[in-house]
């Protein structure tokens, strides 16, 4: 279970307290804990004690500019691998089942992608309604997991089904949705690259691509969801990064080139970066004056092919897969590049658009057999498309 995160939505009831042993429980067996309390929640348990047992930031408001500039509210439902909605009020699966998006945890329940799993706690009788049996009903047919509630005496006197389950039984519940997620690709090594690569000219100048990192990011953060332990060489790039991935920074070609070769042997390599194809010839450790001359007559060298290098190597992994960033004829080029490199697939893109940087791609996957060409999309969705294309490979 190492590694693994939880989003811990806390409601408003009285049972608030025990999600707060439920935080330290999981800890206990390896599962980290991000906390949401909602406006309810915060008037039975403060963000202050979710924070010291969680260690991490408390998010309770959807408009507070602070939380939203460190996540997105929208990351923010995608940034656990579960979420775990305890105490789950009436209120609250009232508001899930119809879809109703007007505060943070609300709106985190409908942006998510991950499985939820609700602890509902209220009154016996609210909880036999037939308006929360019909919400209950609703959220299961929609995919949602639940534990308890468990019967027995009420903070309110009465006595009848309705408490929330105990923190060990919900960390329980936790263990078995989390192990049950599908990890086909757990115990493969992926070696990514991503992101653009910096060239110095002197100290202050550089030359470098419009590569913002987010295609590669994304699929490192699907190849992890299923299992594997990736390894991510980085260019600059203002992500975040994703949980679970080794991340190794680097700036220019020729450190990628010895990030990589430090990071093998892997099952797969994936170039993904927008690799600097030249760098300057030379570049000293004083600033180029106009008066020296200026830039003018800049030389280049070419910089290593790192995905050639790759598939060359006494170390090759048994899967690399290379993306190509076109503008024309994308296929006939990603076809020739493929033979060119020697790798086992493409990964083929028109770039002419806003796809450098932008959050959208059509891919052409080319092996040497074949051409699938997959419609436009998010880029996390052709992240998780190709991951589990990887996957069906290796099964
Ligand atoms: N690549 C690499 N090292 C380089 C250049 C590219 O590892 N020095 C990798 C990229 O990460 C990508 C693939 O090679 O996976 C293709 O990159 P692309 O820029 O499209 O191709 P180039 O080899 O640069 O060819 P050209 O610019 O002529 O299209």
Redesign the pocket.
């Known amino acids: 279970m190492a590694q693994k995160r939880i989003l811990l939505i806390i409601g408003g009831g009285i049972a608030a307290y025990k999600s707060l042993f439920l935080i330290r429980v999981l800890a206990r067996r390896g599962i980290k804990s991000r906390v949401i309390i909602t406006k309810g929640g915060t008037q039975f348990v403060t963000p202050l004690s979710a924070g010291s047992l969680s260690g991490d930031t408390v998010y309770t408001d959807l408009w507070d500019l602070t939380a939203e500039a460190e996540m997105g509210h929208i990351e923010l439902s995608r940034s656990a691998d579960l979420i775990v909605v305890a105490p789950a009020t009436a209120d609250i699966m009232a508001k899930a089942a119809q879809g109703i998006a007007n505060d943070l945890a609300t709106t985190t329940l409908l942006a998510t992608d991950k499985p939820v799993l609700y602890a509902p706690a209220m009154n016996v009788r609210m909880y036999e309604h037939p308006a929360t049996q019909r919400n209950i009903s609703q959220l299961k047919s929609d995919g949602a997991l639940f534990v308890g509630p468990d019967a027995g005496e009420m903070a309110c006197g009465e006595f009848g089904d309705g408490r929330m389950a105990e923190p060990e039984a919900i960390a329980d519940a936790i263990e078995a949705a989390l192990s049950a997620a599908p990890r086909p690709l757990s115990g493969k090594h992926v070696l990514m ?1 991503a992101g653009p690569t910096r060239e110095p000219i002197d100290p202050v100048r550089y030359l470098s691509n419009h590569s913002s990192g987010k295609q590669g990011y994304a699929l490192a953060e699907a190849l992890e969801e299923l299992g594997a332990k990736v390894t991510l060489v980085t260019g600059p790039t203002a992500l975040i990064t994703p949980d679970g991935v080794t991340r190794v920074d680097i700036e220019t ?1 020729r450190e990628m080139m010895a990030a990589v070769e430090g990071a093998l042997p892997a099952d797969i390599f994936i ?5 600097a ?1 030249w760098r300057p010839a030379s570049s000293g450790d004083r600033k180029i004056k106009k008066s020296d001359g200026g830039v003018g007559d800049l030389k280049l060298t070419e ?5 050639k290098t790759v598939c060359g190597h006494k170390k090759r992994p048994p899967l690399v897969i ?5 503008t024309n004829d994308v296929t006939a ?1 990603a076809q020739a ?1 493929l033979k060119r ?1 020697g790798c086992d697939w493409i990964v083929a893109n028109d770039v002419s658009g806003d796809v450098m940087g932008g959050d959208h791609n059509t891919m052409i996957l080319v092996t040497p057999d074949d051409t699938h060409a997959m419609p436009k999309m998010s880029k996390a969705d052709a992240a998780r498309k190709l991951a589990q294309k990887i996957a069906e490979h290796f099964s």
């Open positions: 690259t070609a170039g993904v970066a927008a690799v194809d910089n290593p092919d790192i995905l290379g993306f190509a960033a076109e080029h590049k490199k």
